[in-house]
């Protein structure tokens, strides 16, 4: 309030003076209302964003009888990682107590050809839906946005069986091929909207110049595609990373990814749950999809610009 | 050669059980158990289960809920017969029950093997919690109930709870307590819903409806360990859980008749309703090594052979199947409940109900804790229907 | 001629295949599969026989089931809406050319690249009445302090609000974000020239203009919410009581523990028809209306 | 001598749209055809068609004396050059230039060859190695140019080349196109909807509306002798001026009863009776002052707004109701409000039909 | 009288690039001032900077006699309108005109007077209930007019505001903004660098590169006595044909020795010596054939290029190694490879110093 005024005050006096010597730039304050509005609602919300964090990182330095008496806020009184080495190689599920260990490199196998294949299908898709329109194509793709509604739960049942009659279940390329599917929907939709804002007439002209289906798409269209292939990329891989349904229903014993185990350790159904190894095997989790962000969020941002706002 | 086993025994306590079973296995047969644990238990763990099965990819065996469904997958021919398996251990005669085999059975066949006996049947109470208020730890249900004003007064949770599934299994433990053996068996075994609405159903009811006062959301802890903690810190003066809160309750320190009291039955009956876990062995495809399905017959043989149960049990902190074993060292407890268990069993829902019906009254408890306003005439019409309906 | 139109474009439809299989075996077959069987009594197999609309009527009588309808409309309107606000209004504070936007940005996406079951773990963890906030300010004197919307029927959708949002309002942020700097420069001088505050600007032309940018972010966010499962699952599985159900949970329940497929599919086809007639219209507008603007 | 390139009876829809409709054109070898008319009246559409870009919907293309009407767009021996350029940005310009002569599989020192050659022809040897991010709007025009060029086509076909830069470059790519085909001697089609364009550049032009042709002739008929009314607006800038009237004998009255004297006009069609009828008058041929001794009709009017264009002065004011402009040389001092005396010689003019719209 | 607008000693800079360097320029009232200049000399910057969109480095800003430097725009008494139109898409055109009003909390009855009358002005009355989206380029144009029009400000600043448009539209719009100024008498400011525009519609222009005014005069002044090459270079289209070589007394000598002797020409700076200098003829000065009697200089030369424009013909050719072009009537029969005779007087020629590029 008393804010306010003084601004209005000082602004009064500006206005007068400016009459004859207003020269160069308006004179700017430093704090000036806006400015700290804006500021003041940005940290609120950083807070909101981050103490989830927070808690976890620190819930996963602290001891157990720590976390039990002591509160949430507190930073740990003696950090330690014993938690995270516990979470990492010694958490047990069932009589494997290998922890997070091979459930990671599970995850990269399963997530590495997920990622390229149901992108480049993806993006093959966009290209044709674009440049190559054929009779029914676009009805095909109101299909496949109209699918990406249903509940998967709706399709887990049938597709089982599906995967039993071609003899997949329980392997990799079930899983892949799994992920491919769903991810289709929203990529597709992303490639179609990006290669829809490049330039037809490059199109037109590398046919001209002979290029074919398969040469356009590798030679021309891909090299230009890296904004949206970053996104794409980005939503795969967290996405694919974070998925725990499909892993552990297809791809099998063996291939089991870091979500199931993470799962594992944190709903063990009995018994007194050990908070900071569940934080920080939450947190290792989540560790792939966070470094994701923070290292190509920037390129994020530009490539949904390119790619999502011609909706 | 390998054999998968999979199973929702993620707990420390239950995967030191599990490694018992294994040991054993890889002594006598030189195979290797490779175990597949999910956690989640019922809900996590069986659609994988059985979507593995259905989807061609079985294990060599398998922990399932026992009951109707697995009969539709034996209906499908996907599970082992295990009748010429176990055709030379006269398994009938050292089962604790006949009873716990009964859902094992299908035309003629076995398609499983109970492997322990878990009792929901317990109420634990906190000696610390009476000695704050004064009054002598409870010697029965109705005791304690009397007892919960006083509780309050002292600021003391009467009923301790966990969120979530914990409280599943209270209202089965409140039927064959204060309703008695033959409303537990006209219900569960003979599906009378004429017994849903008769005078001793009501009790259990009303029972449930008291319960539902003195607990609330708010009070609630994430996890039924927290419950014992609470129990032996005498924060909360009584819970109803199933025997294994005892294994907690040891790690944490607690000694039995000096922190905490347990009454089987409620103090009420003279019986346990009994469940067991089952393992099946799933029909291995066409073309499987036959060392594998020799591994499998083993492994059936193995669980149920007096070394294996007895180590088993032990560290499990439940009772095993047969009757032809000493368990001298079991706590004071396990002792009553050995006991009891010469009265034989009472079956519990799992058995005879479909897990379609037993997924209604467990959404049908859950609300009624939830919401007064549905009141103890609504519960039961409602639970008599829902019976009525099972097929 | 005909060998022409067959081949005309081969590649192209040979490239499309894969989609093209997809949509039919996957989103039509398994669709129909789903449709056909809810009509039958199957268990945990589908074997059943047909038996009309029986599984639709107990559906209908199963107050578990319409509890979780109207909790997935409260919390889908309630979501949608707060999600495109607080994803708009930290677009625009974004937009204020601040120092340390990339950092802020990051900020506000990163929970984004966290699973729902990460995010509710960690909320149930801090919203926990026993253990997380309430007790923790409890113990530091506001012992009057109470935040147990986790537990409290009937802030219980709040909860997963406050979740959900946490999870979600990033990517959104960065849609409108893309979508205000997608806006003619222009329009923003020709405002101050006519001395529009810059808050009417935003929410009076800008906003209005960012059209496909809200579709998009429509879809996205809708197909989210039909499909709320995880989230509840982990952060309430529920509770308290029923009063968290949601209809994804009570298809998978009944689909695969309560072994009745029939009754889960029934859950789902009811689902699918919701979509179905929010989506036709959308989808009318969208594609159907093309044809007028050009 | 067989034609270049020959287009009979040729439709195509969009659904239910007709874009073109009938249409038929003859080119002959080495002819630079200029399509010229308004956005959306199908010039592309037509040009996409020859190269086999669009599916026709019915009729038949030859491409030097051969029915291409089902060829795919690399074997119809055209090169295309398109408005936003469409370089492909990744690749320098070599690669540019060599992408389509690698596609087809060409020798690697005969697609050096080629490349050196167009290099050379349209003097960019020194952008080679760029990325076509790095080149002026010029540069980047010449080698789309030269993608064209490498083919070693017949047909060169452009679709507004020059549409996306600023005058002055326009007008000096403008001269330098017209070199090229002077020295490579190609049949070249060209859309624009530039009349300037049209007018320097073709051999014979085709104005088009609607998608169909109004008028195929060489620039001077085209502009002298416009065959209708659409023509006659559509060309010229600033546009003819146009007086509705009344066309008995040999005297135009228009609307507004001035008589305008047309026994100079050499009619198309001799002049029957009274008919409703449309003089138009081109700026530059209506003369002011002292130079309207002999002319056949001339008015006293009061000038209304005066445009110097710097070379010339263009200056406008009424006839009766009409308003008209007329062009005058940038000395002669007129302003607004003056009084001058202006006229014409209807022969310099061209007289339509008002009901049918076409020349008499 | 007072100025309408004055600029004092202006900079801005972006960064650390100065975009615009101690300007100065005063506007008298009702005058209209063009600004031209090639893509990036800062032309919008300057505008920009008046209208309050751009906090200016350093700097005065007079605006009706009053200081606005540290005004907001909606403070300084102007209008303005947009090269992308800038109408809010979603308001009808009713709403676009008087949001600015009502948002200011003008009465209604006063707001409904201004938009009546603003639409009157432009004649979109039967467009009002219109959206944007509906309404065709020079209508949208229009109403961008229209935003200002009804602010009832004494200055009205255009950013190219026909840039998008299509030629004819162009020219249209180009004579209805001048009826506009006409009528109104406001002040106004505009951005372009289409110097058709800039010649046909100021009254004074300033000629800008880089961020500094070239020549600030009337357009006949600019088109005729360019202050330096830039401006001569920059004037005219075709462009003005170069000739350079050495001025010694009253001759001048190209590179390739051709004597053309200047007496007839008007040195600003009396010649002294011999220099090094550049001596431009626009092309509609040089004549051809008969004409070319009594001229101070004449040549005989190949014709190169022929472009016929319809109302003109220009031709190509050159003078040593020069290249030129000149202008003749389109009557005049002349094709490639023909000899002709041409001739100018350098007197309506302009000679610049090849060090300083300043007129002599
Ligand atoms: N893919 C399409 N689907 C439907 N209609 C189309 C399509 N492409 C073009 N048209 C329509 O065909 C007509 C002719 O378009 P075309 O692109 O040939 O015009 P143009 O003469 O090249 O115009 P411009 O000068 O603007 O390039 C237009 O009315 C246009 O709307
Ligand atoms: N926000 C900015 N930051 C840095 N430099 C800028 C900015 N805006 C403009 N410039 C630079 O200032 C110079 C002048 O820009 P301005 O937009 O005024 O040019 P202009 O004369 O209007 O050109 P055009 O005809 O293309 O509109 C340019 O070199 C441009 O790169
Ligand atoms: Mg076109
Ligand atoms: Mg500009």
Redesign the interface.
């Known amino acids: 309030m008393s804010q306010t005024s003084t601004m209005a005050g000082a602004s009064r006096v500006?206005a007068t003076n400016?009459?004859?010597?207003?020269?160069?730039?308006?004179?700017k304050p430093f704090f000036t209302p806006r400015k700290i509005i804006?500021?003041s609602?940005?940290v609120v919300?950083?807070m909101?964003?981050?103490?989830?964090?927070y808690?976890?990182f620190t819930?996963s330095l602290k001891s157990m009888p720590e976390i039990?008496f002591g509160?949430?806020?507190a930073l740990p009184v003696a950090p330690n990682f014993d938690a995270w080495v516990k979470a990492w190689t010694s958490a047990?599920?069932?009589?494997?107590c290998q922890g997070l260990a091979p459930g990671f490199w599970n995850s990269v196998k399963i997530t590495i050809p997920s990622t390229i294949i149901s992108i480049f299908?993806a993006a093959?898709?966009g290209?044709?839906?674009i440049n190559?329109r054929?009779k029914g194509?676009?009805i095909?793709f109101?299909?496949?946005?109209?699918?990406?509604?249903?509940?998967?739960?709706?399709?887990?049942?049938?597709?089982?069986?599906?995967?039993?009659e071609l003899?997949i279940?329980?392997t990799l390329q079930a899983v892949i091929i799994v992920h491919?599917?769903f991810g289709?929907p929203?990529l597709?939709l992303l490639f179609r909207n990006y290669f829809a804002s490049l330039?037809q007439?490059?199109f037109?002209?590398?046919?001209?110049?002979?290029?074919?289906?398969?040469?356009i798409f590798f030679?021309?269209m891909l090299?230009?595609s890296l904004p949206i292939f970053v996104v794409a990329l980005i939503l795969q891989v967290?996405g694919i990373w974070?998925?725990?349904l499909f892993g552990?229903?297809f791809a099998?014993?063996q291939n089991y990814p870091m979500?199931?185990q993470?799962?594992?350790?944190?709903?063990?159904?009995?018994?007194?749950?050990e908070?900071n190894v569940?934080?920080a095997a939450?947190v290792l989790?989540?560790l792939v999809?966070?470094a994701?962000?923070?290292v190509s969020?920037?390129w994020?941002?530009r490539g949904?610009?390119a790619g999502?706002?011609?909706? | 050669v390998d054999l998968?086993v999979t199973?929702?025994?993620?707990?420390?306590?239950?995967?030191a059980a599990?490694?018992e079973f294994?040991k054993v296995f890889e002594e006598q047969t030189g195979n290797t158990?490779?175990?597949?644990?999910?956690?989640?238990?019922g809900t996590?763990a069986n659609?994988?289960i059985i979507?593995?099965i259905?989807?061609?990819?079985p294990?060599g065996a398998t922990q399932m809920n026992t009951g109707r469904d697995a009969e539709e997958l034996i209906k499908a021919g996907l599970m082992r017969d295990l009748t010429d398996v176990v055709a030379d251990m006269n398994i009938d005669s050292f089962y604790v029950d006949e009873s716990l085999l009964t859902p094992c059975r299908y035309e003629g066949g076995l398609y499983c093997l109970p492997v322990n006996i878990h009792s929901w049947d317990w109420l634990w109470l906190s000696t610390k919690a009476y000695t704050k208020i004064g009054q002598p730890v409870p010697k029965d249900w109705n005791e304690y109930v009397a007892s919960w004003p006083a509780l309050e007064e002292a600021g003391i949770l009467p009923f301790g709870l966990a969120t979530g599934?914990p409280f599943s299994g209270i209202p089965g433990v409140l039927m064959s307590g204060i309703g008695g053996s033959d409303l537990v068996l006209a219900i569960n075994r003979d599906k009378d819903v004429e017994a849903v609405r008769g005078p001793q159903f009501r009790k259990v009811a009303e029972a449930l409806d008291s319960l539902r006062k003195v607990i609330s959301p708010e009070t609630m802890v994430?996890?039924?360990?927290?419950v014992?903690?609470q129990l032996l810190e005498g924060t909360a003066a009584g819970n109803i859980h199933g025997d294994?809160l005892q294994?907690?309750l040891q790690?944490?320190g607690g000694v039995p008749g000096k922190d905490y009291e347990c009454l089987p039955a409620l103090g009420l009956g003279d019986k346990l309703t009994g469940g067991g876990d089952s393992f099946y062995f799933p029909k291995l495809p066409e073309g499987t090594d036959p060392a594998v399905l020799q591994a499998q017959a083993d492994l059936a043989r193995i669980l149920i052979s007096p070394e294996a149960q007895l180590k088993f049990n032990l560290v499990k902190g439940s009772m095993p199947i047969r009757t032809d074993i000493d368990l001298a060292a079991a706590n004071p407890c396990m002792q009553k409940a050995l006991g009891m268990l010469k009265n034989g069993l009472l079956p519990s829902g799992d058995f005879s109900l479909s897990s379609d019906t037993q997924q209604q009254f467990q959404d049908l408890n859950t609300e009624f804790l939830d919401d007064d306003s549905i009141t103890v005439d609504d519960y039961i019409e409602r639970y008599a229907s829902i019976l009525e309906s099972d097929e | 001629m005909l060998k022409r139109i067959l081949f005309?474009?081969l590649?192209?439809?040979i490239?499309?295949l894969?989609?093209?299989v997809?949509?039919l075996?996957?989103?039509?077959?398994?669709?129909i599969?789903?449709i056909y069987y809810s009509f039958t009594n199957s268990k945990l197999l589908?074997t059943g026989k047909f038996v009309g609309f029986d599984q639709y009527e107990r559906l209908f009588a199963t107050s578990r089931w319409n509890v979780s309808v109207t909790n997935l409309i409260a919390y889908g309107a309630m979501s949608l809406v707060f999600t495109l606000v607080v994803g708009f209004?930290?677009a625009v504070?974004i937009d204020?050319k601040?120092r340390f936007e990339?950092a802020?940005?990051?900020?506000?996406?990163?929970?984004?690249?966290?699973?729902?079951?990460?995010?509710g773990?960690?909320?149930q963890?801090?919203m926990n009445p026993t253990?997380?906030?309430q007790?923790?300010l409890r113990?530091?004197g506001w012992t009057n302090f109470s935040f147990d919307w986790i537990a409290n029927p009937r802030m219980v959708l709040f909860a997963l609000l406050i979740a959900g949002l946490?999870h979600g309002t990033?990517f959104c942020m960065?849609?409108m974000?893309?979508?205000l700097?997608?806006v003619d420069e222009e329009i923003w001088k020709a405002a101050r020239i006519d001395g529009i505050p810059t808050w009417r600007t935003y929410v009076s032309i800008v906003l209005p203009m960012m059209r496909?940018?809200l579709?998009?972010a429509l879809?996205?966010i809708?197909?989210g919410i039909?499909?709320l499962?995880?989230l509840v699952v982990a952060l309430t599985n529920g509770g308290p009581g029923i009063s968290s159900e949601v209809?994804?949970k009570y298809?998978?329940n009944y689909?695969f523990s309560g072994g009745n497929?029939g009754q889960?599919?029934a859950g789902?086809t009811m689902?699918?028809l919701t979509?179905?007639i929010i989506?036709v219209p959308w989808?009318y507008l969208e594609?159907g209306g093309k044809g007028r603007r050009t | 001598m067989q034609n270049s390139v020959s287009i009979r009876d040729l439709s195509l829809n969009f659904g239910s749209v007709k874009v073109l409709e009938h249409l038929d054109l003859e080119i002959a070898q080495g002819e630079f055809i200029v399509l010229l008319g308004p956005s959306g009246c199908g010039k592309s559409t037509l040009l996409?068609c020859i190269?086999?870009?669009l599916d026709i919907s019915d009729g038949q293309i030859f491409i030097g004396g051969r029915n291409v009407t089902w060829l795919?767009?690399?074997d119809r021996g055209?090169?295309?050059v398109?408005?936003?350029y469409?370089?492909?940005?990744?690749m320098t310009v070599e690669r540019n230039l060599s992408?389509?002569l690698r596609?087809?599989g060409m020798k690697k020192d005969e697609v050096e060859k080629r490349v050196a050659r167009a290099a050379e022809i349209l003097q960019i040897q020194p952008l080679l190695e760029r990325k076509p991010a790095n080149l002026s709007g010029g540069q980047r025009q010449r080698v789309a140019i030269g993608?064209a060029l490498v083919?070693d086509v017949d047909v060169f076909l452009f679709?507004e080349p020059l549409s996306n830069l600023d005058a002055k470059l326009r007008s000096d790519l403008r001269v330098e196109i017209k070199r090229l085909h002077h020295r490579l001697k190609n049949t070249m089609i060209y859309v624009t909807h530039d009349q300037i364009e049209a007018l320097t550049l073709a051999d014979r032009i085709a104005v088009m509306k609607n998608g169909v042709i109004q008028q195929l002739a060489d620039p001077h008929t085209i502009y002298n002798r416009p065959v209708n009314l659409y023509v006659a607006g559509f060309i010229g800038s600033p546009q003819m001026n146009m007086f509705t009237g009344t066309l008995s004998d040999s005297t135009f009255t228009t609307e507004d009863g001035i008589v305008i004297p047309v026994e100079t006009y050499a009619f198309d069609t001799p002049a029957t009776g009274s008919t409703a009828a449309v003089l138009g008058v081109r700026p530059e041929h209506i003369v002011l002052g002292d130079e309207t001794a002999g002319m056949p009709f001339t008015i006293d009017v009061e000038i209304e707004i005066v445009e110097p264009m710097g070379s010339d002065t263009l200056a406008w004011t009424k006839i009766g109701g009409q308003a008209i402009t007329f062009r005058c040389d940038s000395d002669v001092v007129i302003a607004t409000g003056h009084k001058v005396r202006i006229g014409f010689d209807p022969a310099r003019g061209s007289i339509f039909s008002a009901e049918t719209t076409n020349r008499l």
């Open positions: 500006a400016a009459v004859q010597e207003a020269r160069g730039p308006r004179p804006i500021y609602l940005l919300f950083s909101y964003y981050l103490f989830p964090l808690v976890m819930t039990r509160n949430i806020f047990c599920t069932g009589l494997n299908i093959v898709n290209y044709a839906l190559w054929f194509s676009e095909f109101a299909i496949l946005i109209f699918g990406s509604f249903i509940p998967y739960q709706v399709f887990l049942y049938p597709m089982v069986i599906i995967a039993r003899g279940f329980g491919t599917i289709m929203i597709t330039p007439e490059l037109k002209a590398a046919r001209v110049d002979g290029a074919g289906f398969w040469r030679e021309i090299p230009m967290t974070n998925d725990f552990v229903v099998g014993t979500t199931v993470l799962n594992n350790i944190v709903n063990s159904a009995q018994g007194t749950p908070y569940n934080m939450t989790t989540g999809p966070l994701v962000y923070f969020g920037k994020f941002v949904v610009a999502a706002v011609k909706g | 998968e199973h929702w025994w993620t707990s420390a306590g239950e995967a599990v490694s294994a158990w490779v175990d597949s644990a999910l956690a989640g238990s996590g659609p994988v979507s593995r259905i989807g061609g990819d294990m599934w994430p996890s039924f360990g927290d014992g903690n294994w294994g907690d790690v944490a | 005309n474009n590649p192209a439809k490239a499309a894969p989609m093209m997809t949509v075996v996957v989103f039509v077959g398994c669709t599969w789903t589908p209004i930290l504070l204020q601040i990339s802020f940005r990051t900020i506000m996406l990163y929970p984004f690249a966290l699973s729902f079951i990460v995010t773990l960690v909320w963890w801090i253990l997380g906030l007790t923790t113990n530091l946490w990033g960065v849609l974000l893309a979508g700097r997608g496909g940018v579709v998009t879809v996205i809708g197909s039909v499909r499962y995880d209809p994804a298809v998978f689909m497929i889960g599919l789902a689902m699918l979509v179905v989506m989808a594609f | 996409n190269a086999g870009l795919e767009p690399k055209i090169g295309m398109f408005q936003s469409a370089l492909y940005p990744q992408f389509g596609v087809a993608r083919r679709d």
